[in-house]
């Protein structure tokens, strides 16, 4: 494990931007060294390095397609180079599992290869790529996995993409239970509607949607990235070590 003096180190998906970098910065501002995932916008994951490095932390930039599970031995196998390299450590502690992406569809005109890739990115991606970087992670140390308020509460055309959730969410008990025995905590972080470009942007550029949000949530605006990254920065402090199995939805009250 982790000695008090050794740096803590998470592995953020998908933190070049929207929920993940603020998690990724929340994380550095606490003294947590990171290193961050991308699809495809190097320089966007380049910039969120440079701000970390700037506070003070030490951060990497790994490529990653959460949907190609294929990819998932190769990248576990660039993570424990970079452990070696940057950190002279063979394993990290907290896995941040955040990378998404949004489709909008109502159920009966949902494709199958909508379907498909909402399976391979959130539920599939999460899955596996938990399963290959698992020797990689500290006894005691702690995963998140992301969620949605979706899986709680109904908006018309979000059936595949919630129901990815849930799925999420049943994960998150079962690794709770199977990984206790190494002091794993594992537990769901689940947003509500929140101002990004996740989706197309829709909540975040759309006033009459922003607004129809804000009013049926009970601290009346939708949230904000850093609501959700210092959300998880915050499920990941010392002190909570005893939580584990837990779904936690950071959404202002939506839907209550």
Known sequence: MTTPTTPRIALVT????????????????????????YKDNEAQAQAAVREIEAAGRRAVALQL??????????????VKAVLASRWQRG???????????????????TSEAQFDLLVNVHLKGTFFLT???????????RIVNTSSGLARF???????YAAM????????????????ARGISVNTI???????????????DNPQLNAQLAGVTSMGRVGLPDDI??????????????????????SGGMML
């Open 14 to 37: 998908g933190a070049s931007r929207g929920l993940g970098r603020s998690t990724a910065l929340k994380l550095a501002a606490g003294g947590v060294d990171v290193i961050l995932t």
């Open 65 to 78: 397609d959460v949907g190609d599970s294929g990819s998932f031995g190769a990248f576990a196998d660039r």
């Open 91 to 109: 394993h990290f502690d907290y896995l941040v599992n955040n990378a998404g992406v949004g489709v909008f569809a109502p159920f009966a005109q």
């Open 131 to 141: 399963q290959a970087l698992l020797p990689l992670i500290e006894d005691g140390g």
């Open 154 to 160: 109904t908006f018309p055309g979000y059936a595949a």
């Open 165 to 180: 959730k849930g799925g999420i969410e049943v994960l998150t008990r079962y690794l709770a239970k199977e990984l206790g």
């Open 190 to 204: 689940a947003p509500g509607a929140i101002e990004t470009d996740f989706g197309g942007g829709a909540v975040r």
């Open 229 to 250: 990254g210092e959300a998880v920065a915050t499920l990941l402090a010392d002190g909570n070590r005893w939580m584990t199995g837990q779904r936690i939805e950071v």
